[in-house]
């Protein structure tokens, strides 16, 4: 009503009235107005039991302030709300003195920052109640209780621990989520975090739990995640629960057919132009290849589980020094995604800066080809050497010939002080990863299928039977299905997610991404940096 009476006001022009307006109508006060609300029907209430309604009340603040401007400070009020475990310490009971002790305090939270309380610390009473006896729940029911000051009294631990962690980060390489863990100590206190995602370990004196932030939120006090030693463990006892089934493992399957695209390609203004290094995959043989292959989460009889068992991977921060060789740019992406079309259309955007690596093959030279600038000719022999001295990133066959990828040829295309810009499928990715080329992956996604219908329309694929084919309704659910394997399955590796929706666009963020690889720090493996790096 009040609204309503000064939107009249402020249509007469009434001096000062649509500042008024303005403000009482502005999302941020309404949002506070109704936080207000919330809160004096939650006084009103005088709710009992009071944790139970209180973590109500938190999630219809939060729910509140999401729909408000997001300031600092909201943001800051929001990171508070949702951190239930913000009193940062857990306690456990002996298993045979029955004493109740302090068993971690949480990095940034409000124990760590009171300086009181240290792991190992016994509690003696808690705001008076002696807890000698007592469950670790019926403690915590005893602080869940409690309103303003809370009084510890303790007996500290002997030694107090001299903190001389180093702080690691790391990538992880696996999901994770508390709450759907039963063995964690204290889920609330649990962080959850994504494959891919960048964490800082703050704390690794226990052998099972250790503390870690996001770097992405470094402000945000520690929680708890499973330690290197409890994840491996748990994937493995994952790994055995599952059905036993004979397959070829991902890794071992790195072979698969290619096809090599023999002809001209047309350039943008439709002009012959060449560009080396250009391969289309065979569609329907990948696919048949795909189809047969199984997640590495299926039991297999090979040693595939051990692409699990490194569930966190060291990272550091590098920033390539303008002197140094490229990084190696690798473009991942399901077949017909445009792959293909983005790296050509970087390359020819500037075929100074940026080229393709020439493939090898063993297929015969002919007439018009020149050996190096459509392929490095070598026989069989030469081919097969360089497979078994791990000198190739990927290779297959294709009508009895072998074509592939060396790292020779991107060494040589780094060596002239180009980027390197390459296509390879994700079972590469492993391969590439070396101290020396130092790749930076980008994954080209899928739009959905619905924007794909719509950009798609003139857009034509390659498969083994027909060239040039337009897309049908099934191969834009391929691509699909296709992507989300590939990103479950290798999404820890993808430095940058591309969707190639609108191919300027993409062309454009292609293009932003790969001189962020080569300009701006990145967190890449600890043991590229090393001098004495493997390999
Ligand atoms: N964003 C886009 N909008 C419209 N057409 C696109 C887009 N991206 C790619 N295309 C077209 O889709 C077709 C397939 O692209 P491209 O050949 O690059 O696929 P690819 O990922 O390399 O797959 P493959 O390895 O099977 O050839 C081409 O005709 C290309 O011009």
Same mark, same amino acid.
């Given at each position: 009503?009040?609204?309503?009476?000064?939107?009249?006001?402020?249509?007469?022009? +009434?001096?000062?009235?649509?500042?008024? @307006?303005?403000?009482?109508?502005?999302?941020?006060?309404?949002?506070?107005?109704?936080?207000?609300?919330?809160?004096?029907?939650?006084?009103?209430?005088?709710?009992?039991?009071?944790?139970?309604?209180?973590?109500?009340?938190?999630?219809?603040? +939060?729910?509140?302030?999401?729909?408000?401007?997001?300031?600092?400070?909201?943001?800051?009020?929001?990171?508070?709300?949702?951190?239930?475990?913000?009193?940062?310490?857990?306690?456990?009971?002996?298993?045979?003195?029955?004493?109740?002790?302090?068993?971690?305090?949480?990095?940034?939270?409000?124990?760590?920052?009171?300086?009181?309380?240290?792991?190992?610390?016994?509690?003696?009473?808690?705001?008076?109640?002696?807890?000698?006896?007592?469950?670790?729940?019926?403690?915590?029911?005893?602080?869940?209780?409690?309103?303003?000051?809370?009084?510890?009294?303790?007996?500290?631990?002997?030694?107090?621990?001299?903190?001389?962690?180093?702080?690691?980060?790391?990538?992880?390489?696996?999901?994770?989520?508390?709450?759907?863990?039963?063995?964690?100590?204290?889920?609330?206190?649990?962080?959850?975090?994504?494959?891919?995602?960048?964490?800082?370990?703050?704390?690794?004196?226990?052998?099972?739990?250790?503390?870690?932030?996001?770097?992405?939120?470094?402000?945000?006090?520690?929680?708890?995640?499973?330690?290197?030693?409890?994840?491996?463990?748990?994937?493995?006892?994952?790994?055995?629960?599952?059905?036993?089934?004979?397959?070829?493992?991902?890794?071992?399957?790195?072979?698969?057919?290619?096809?090599?695209?023999?002809?001209?390609?047309?350039?943008?203004?439709?002009?012959?132009?060449?560009?080396?290094?250009?391969?289309?995959?065979?569609?329907?043989?990948?696919?048949?290849?795909?189809?047969?292959?199984?997640?590495? @989460?299926?039991?297999?009889?090979? =040693?595939?589980? =051990?692409?699990?068992?490194?569930?966190?991977?060291?990272?550091?921060? @590098?920033?390539?020094?303008?002197?140094?060789?490229?990084?190696?740019?690798?473009?991942?992406?399901?077949?017909? +995604?445009?792959?293909?079309?983005?790296?050509?259309?970087?390359?020819?955007?500037?075929?100074?800066?940026?080229?393709?690596?020439?493939?090898?093959?063993?297929?015969?030279?002919?007439?018009?080809?020149?050996?190096?600038?459509?392929?490095?000719?070598?026989?069989?022999?030469?081919?097969?050497?360089?497979?078994?001295?791990?000198?190739?990133?990927?290779?297959?066959?294709?009508?009895?010939?072998?074509?592939?990828?060396?790292?020779?040829?991107?060494?040589?295309?780094?060596?002239?002080?180009?980027?390197?810009?390459?296509?390879?499928?994700?079972?590469?990715?492993?391969?590439?990863?070396?101290?020396?080329?130092?790749?930076?992956?980008?994954?080209?996604?899928?739009?959905?299928?619905?924007?794909?219908?719509?950009?798609?329309?003139?857009?034509?694929?390659?498969?083994?039977?027909?060239?040039?084919?337009?897309?049908?309704?099934?191969?834009?659910?391929?691509?699909?299905?296709?992507?989300?394997?590939?990103?479950?399955?290798?999404?820890?590796?993808?430095?940058?997610?591309?969707?190639?929706?609108?191919?300027?666009?993409?062309?454009?963020?292609?293009?932003?991404?790969?001189?962020?690889?080569?300009?701006?720090?990145?967190? +890449?493996?600890?043991?590229?940096?090393?001098?004495?790096?493997?390999?």
């Amino acid at each position: 009503l009040v609204l309503q009476e000064l939107s009249l006001l402020c249509k007469r022009d +009434v001096n000062g009235v649509g500042v008024l @307006y303005d403000l009482l109508g502005s999302r941020w006060l309404q949002a506070l107005l109704k936080i207000y609300e919330c809160l004096q029907h939650y006084l009103g209430k005088r709710p009992v039991p009071v944790t139970l309604q209180a973590r109500a009340l938190n999630r219809e603040v +939060v729910e509140l302030l999401r729909e408000a401007p997001q300031s600092g400070e909201i943001k800051e009020l929001r990171r508070l709300l949702r951190a239930p475990h913000l009193k940062g310490a857990t306690i456990k009971r002996h298993e045979i003195t029955g004493d109740i002790t302090v068993a971690r305090v949480i990095h940034g939270g409000l124990a760590d920052r009171s300086g009181l309380l240290y792991a190992g610390d016994k509690l003696v009473e808690v705001n008076g109640v002696p807890v000698e006896g007592l469950e670790p729940e019926q403690v915590i029911n005893i602080l869940a209780l409690s309103q303003g000051t809370i009084m510890f009294k303790l007996i500290p631990v002997s030694d107090r621990p001299v903190s001389n962690q180093t702080t690691v980060y790391v990538r992880a390489m696996a999901d994770y989520w508390p709450l759907q863990d039963p063995a964690i100590p204290c889920a609330d206190a649990g962080l959850p975090f994504k494959k891919g995602e960048i964490l800082q370990i703050v704390d690794q004196n226990d052998a099972l739990w250790w503390q870690a932030r996001k770097v992405s939120d470094l402000s945000a006090c520690a929680g708890l995640i499973p330690s290197n030693h409890l994840l491996k463990r748990k994937q493995r006892e994952f790994w055995w629960s599952q059905p036993f089934q004979p397959h070829l493992c991902l890794k071992s399957s790195m072979l698969f057919v290619l096809h090599i695209l023999e002809e001209e390609e047309f350039g943008e203004f439709g002009q012959r132009v060449f560009i080396a290094g250009f391969r289309r995959s065979m569609r329907l043989c990948r696919r048949k290849s795909r189809t047969n292959q199984q997640s590495c @989460y299926t039991r297999c009889p090979s =040693s595939c589980y =051990s692409s699990l068992a490194a569930p966190y991977e060291e990272v550091v921060r @590098y920033q390539r020094h303008p002197a140094d060789r490229h990084r190696l740019i690798i473009l991942v992406g399901p077949a017909g +995604v445009g792959v293909n079309e983005l790296r050509r259309r970087l390359i020819a955007s500037n075929p100074r800066e940026f080229r393709s690596a020439i493939p090898h093959t063993t297929r015969v030279q002919k007439s018009y080809e020149m050996n190096g600038r459509e392929y490095h000719y070598v026989s069989k022999e030469t081919f097969e050497n360089m497979v078994y001295s791990h000198r190739m990133l990927e290779y297959g066959e294709y009508k009895g010939y072998l074509y592939g990828t060396s790292i020779d040829a991107v060494r040589t295309v780094l060596d002239e002080g180009k980027i390197c810009v390459i296509d390879l499928e994700p079972q590469g990715i492993q391969v590439a990863r070396t101290h020396e080329l130092k790749p930076y992956i980008i994954f080209i996604k899928p739009s959905s299928i619905s924007c794909m219908r719509q950009t798609r329309k003139n857009a034509r694929i390659i498969t083994d039977y027909y060239v040039n084919m337009k897309f049908k309704e099934e191969d834009l659910q391929e691509m699909e299905d296709s992507a989300k394997k590939m990103e479950a399955q290798f999404g820890q590796f993808f430095d940058q997610v591309i969707v190639n929706d609108n191919l300027q666009e993409a062309s454009a963020q292609l293009l932003s991404a790969v001189h962020h690889a080569q300009d701006e720090p990145q967190w +890449v493996p600890a043991v590229w940096i090393c001098s004495d790096a493997q390999p």
